[in-house]
T-cell receptor, first 115, second 110 residues
Framework: EAQVTQNPRYLITVTGKKLTVTCSQN?????MSWYRQDPGLGLRQIYY???????DKGDVPEGYKVSRKEKRNFPLILESPSPNQTSLYFC??????????????FGPGTRLTVL | GQSLEQPSEVTAVEGAIVQINCTYQ??????LSWYQQHDGGAPTFLSY????GLEETGRFSSFLSRSDSYGYLLLQELQMKDSASYFC???????????FGKGTRLSVIA
């Protein structure tokens, strides 16, 4: 089944404890992206990757890191999480990051709480 | 940069028609997309308009007017399961990522 998977789905952690949220897609998509979703703020892009070894900052990259060493995986790293990073996180992929590829496939989401 | 405006909430009656508007400001324009998200779920792609006019897919239609920087999503024969958030999204160049609006929460009532 073609899909985007994220792990973990739920995580409660404490301030400063490094964590990684994994994202994997099995559709051979070039483009992958991370979003955070907060009430009333919609989907805000954190980082995106147009292809392997190519990553760029989105609108809210502070406090996050990413890497794209292989096509299928795009992990999101929080080196020192803070309470303002408590949010719902979505990973998404698409065959390409360029027009006209506007259909993105989203993972199920990771709900992160930082205490 | 880009900015998008859509109403935060809309309520409509089961069986009726509802229109969710989206106005955008972009330096360029490479199409308007719509996504649906149910509570607790992930966004899913609904439609894409690159040219002016109406695109119909079953009960859902999407309209675009590039001269007015405006589009809308039209949902007909509303069902309770249509209660969800709806996001419009644009990109302002062929090489930049999609930017999403803040979403419109649609509540369908009996």
């Amino acid at each position: 089944e073609a899909q985007v998977t994220q792990n973990p789905r739920y995580l409660i952690t404490v301030t400063g404890k490094k964590l990684t949220v994994t994202c994997s897609q099995n559709m051979n998509h070039e483009y992958m992206s991370w979003y955070r979703q907060d009430p009333g703020l919609g989907l805000r892009q954190i980082y995106y990757s147009m292809n392997v070894e190519v990553t760029d900052k989105g609108d809210v990259p502070e406090g996050y890191k990413v890497s794209r060493k292989e096509k299928r995986n795009f992990p999101l790293i929080l080196e020192s999480p803070s309470p303002n990073q408590t949010s719902l996180y979505f990973c998404a992929s698409s065959p390409s990051g360029r027009a006209p590829y506007n259909e993105q496939f989203f993972g199920p989401g990771t709900r992160l709480t930082v205490l | 940069g880009q900015s998008l405006e859509q109403p935060s909430e809309v309520t409509a009656v089961e069986g009726a028609i509802v229109q969710i508007n989206c106005t955008y400001q972009t330096s360029g324009f490479y199409g308007l997309s719509w996504y649906q998200q149910h509570d607790g779920g992930a966004p899913t792609f609904l439609s894409y308009n690159a040219l002016d006019g109406l695109e119909e897919t079953g009960r859902f239609s999407s309209f675009l007017s590039r001269s007015d920087s405006y589009g809308y999503l039209l949902l007909q024969e509303l069902q309770m399961k249509d209660s969800a958030s709806y996001f419009c999204a644009v990109r302002d160049s062929g090489n930049t990522p999609l930017v999403f609006g803040k979403g419109t929460r649609l509540s369908v009532i009996a």
